[in-house]
């Protein structure tokens, strides 16, 4: 069973930064990728940010420029980087991990932490 747990979230004024990290009950090299997402009410869950095995980033266009995945491979932990927040920031922010099998493709995720950005 893999557990992800995310901690950092919080409350900001626009313009400043915070970073969130989730931390994996397992080595992270295991999994082919992991991300962040989020989910704003009344919107569906997007992407935000993944790095790969590889050690190979993509971001969704909303945060390219502001935000920086990185992981810390003798922790087992990944985390998110945020700069020049904005109030459309405002979201639970989800950690991902991406386990792909013969038997398929397992996504597991964490409890979810709540970032609020002030105007």
């Known amino acids: 069973q893999v557990q992800l747990v995310e901690s950092g979230g919080g409350l900001v004024q626009a313009g400043k930064s915070l970073r969130l990290s989730c931390a994996a009950s397992?080595?992270?090299?295991?999994?082919?990728?992991m991300g962040w997402y989020r989910q704003a009410p009344g919107k569906q869950r997007e992407l935000v940010a993944v790095i790969t095995s590889g050690g190979t980033s993509n971001y969704g266009d909303s945060v390219k420029g502001r935000f920086t995945i990185s992981r810390d491979t003798a922790k087992n932990t990944v985390a998110l980087q945020m700069d020049s927040l904005k109030p459309e920031d405002t979201a639970v922010y989800y950690c991902?991990?991406?386990?792909?099998?013969?038997?398929?493709?397992?996504?597991?995720w964490g409890q979810g932490t709540q970032v609020t950005v002030s105007s």
């Open positions: 397992r080595n992270i090299f295991d999994f082919n990728h």
């Open positions: 991902n991990a991406v386990l792909s099998r013969i038997t398929g493709r397992h996504d597991y």
